[in-house]
Each structure stands twice: as C-alpha cells, then as structure tokens.
C-alpha cells in the first residue's frame, strides 16, 4: 500500500491541481450562486490558478489499453453552458485572434466565454471523476490525458477567455443589470429555440425515406 501512494499521481503538484480543479468545477456548478459582478471576479481569480497549477504537472505515459470512460455527457455539459451563457449575459463574446480559424479569414473571428469554460470543465470534470476512482491506473491515464489535453487544447482557451474577462472586469460598462438586458435574454432563448427546432426539423428530415 505505501509503494502504492508512492506513485506521481500522489505527488504534490497533482495534488495541489486536483484541488483547484474541484474548486473550477464547483465554481461553474454554482454559478447561479453569484451575480454577474462576483463571477466575473471570482473567474479572473481562479483561472490563472487552474493554469499555473497545470503547468507543473508531471507528464506520464498511459498504463491501461483502454480509454477512461466520460462523465460528463451532453445533458451536463448543455446545462453548464446555458447557466454561464445567460450570467454572461451581452459580456459572452469577444474578438479571438489565437486561434487556427484566424489565420483562414478575412474577417475576426468570434469566440464566446461560456463555450471556452465549459469545453474547460468538461476536460477538468472527467478528470476529477477518474481520478476519484482511487485506481492507480485509471488516475495515472486520467493524468496523462489531462495534460496532453492541457497543453493541445484547453490551455490557449484559457488565457484567451482570462483576456476576455479581463476587459469587463476592469473595463468601464457597469456589470450590474441594465436597461435592454431583458431583451437581450428574451433574444438569445428564443435564438436557441429556434437554433434547437432547426436541428430537430433537420434530423428528422434526414431519417425519412427519399421520394420515388
């Protein structure tokens, strides 16, 4: 038992991300704990933590030849999502440039802050759910992939979403509701309802039998 606890996924560094990475994941499950002005903060806070902590994770080679199962399926991932999409409110999109779609268009390209969290949490969730399993093999794979996925993917979402985030946290339009908000909201489900019909009109379309 001790060789056991003498291996890297116990070592201080994954430790000290496992921490922070539960506290990420609480944070958006809670997000309607705050107002739009306190998770603001509380996002420019953690985020710059989750990724220094990342940084120093070890890299490892997996063990085990089968993938580690996904927790979060696209009913939590969904819900996570339309929570931060409408705390975000008409502060969700901003301008990227670091990104591969870029260097293809004439045009900036629009990203929104509540897609790049949760693409975020999804990663750090299944993470965490592997990692509580308390099997060395699975927490050792649940590693590996994490920083791989950490320094191919979500990592650059990251700090492109803190220098969002930073713009409205110290930027001069007030945080707080403001006239045209309602509006704003009452757009965007009715935008998502029709975005969701759409794709409904279309599945079932493709399932009927083509016309003699």
Same mark, same amino acid.
């Given at each position: 038992?001790?060789?056991?606890?003498?291996?890297?996924?116990?070592?201080?560094?994954?430790?000290?991300?496992?921490? !922070?990475?539960?506290?990420?994941? @609480?944070?958006? &499950?809670?997000?309607?704990?705050?107002? $739009?002005?306190?998770?603001?903060?509380?996002?420019? %806070?953690?985020?710059?933590?989750?990724?220094?902590?990342?940084?120093?994770?070890?890299?490892?080679?997996?063990?085990? &030849?089968?993938?580690?199962?996904?927790?979060?399926?696209?009913?939590?991932?969904?819900?996570?999502? =339309?929570?931060?999409?409408?705390?975000?409110? %008409?502060?969700?999109?901003?301008? &990227?440039?670091?990104? /591969? =779609?870029?260097? %293809?268009?004439?045009?900036?390209?629009?990203?929104?802050?509540?897609?790049?969290?949760?693409?975020?949490?999804?990663?750090?969730?299944?993470?965490?759910? @592997?990692? %509580?399993?308390?099997?060395?093999?699975?927490?050792? =794979? @649940?590693?590996?992939?994490? !920083?791989?996925?950490? +320094?191919?993917?979500?990592? +650059?979402?990251?700090?492109?979403?803190? $220098? @969002?985030?930073?713009?409205?946290?110290?930027?001069?339009?007030?945080?707080?509701?403001?006239?045209?908000?309602?509006?704003?909201?009452?757009? +965007?489900?009715?935008?998502?309802?029709?975005?969701?019909?759409?794709?409904?009109?279309?599945?079932?379309?493709? &399932?009927?039998? /083509?016309?003699?």
């Amino acid at each position: 038992m001790e060789e056991a606890f003498e291996h890297i996924v116990y070592s201080k560094n994954v430790i000290e991300f496992v921490t !922070v990475a539960k506290e990420y994941c @609480a944070f958006l &499950e809670s997000t309607d704990e705050y107002n $739009r002005q306190q998770f603001v903060t509380v996002a420019t %806070r953690i985020i710059p933590l989750l990724y220094l902590k990342a940084t120093v994770l070890p890299k490892v080679e997996s063990e085990l &030849e089968e993938s580690i199962e996904k927790t979060v399926d696209e009913m939590t991932y969904t819900h996570v999502l =339309d929570a931060l999409t409408t705390k975000l409110g %008409r502060f969700n999109d901003y301008l &990227e440039v670091f990104t /591969p =779609d870029m260097q %293809r268009s004439d045009t900036p390209v629009i990203s929104f802050i509540a897609e790049d969290l949760t693409d975020i949490y999804q990663d750090i969730k299944d993470f965490i759910s @592997a990692y %509580r399993l308390g099997v060395t093999e699975i927490m050792n =794979d @649940a590693l590996a992939e994490v !920083v791989e996925n950490f +320094q191919l993917y979500w990592g +650059q979402k990251m700090v492109n979403t803190l $220098r @969002a985030l930073h713009a409205i946290q110290y930027g001069d339009e007030p945080l707080d509701e403001e006239e045209g908000e309602d509006t704003f909201q009452s757009n +965007q489900q009715k935008d998502n309802w029709y975005n969701r019909m759409q794709q409904d009109w279309q599945d079932d379309s493709d &399932e009927l039998p /083509p016309l003699l």
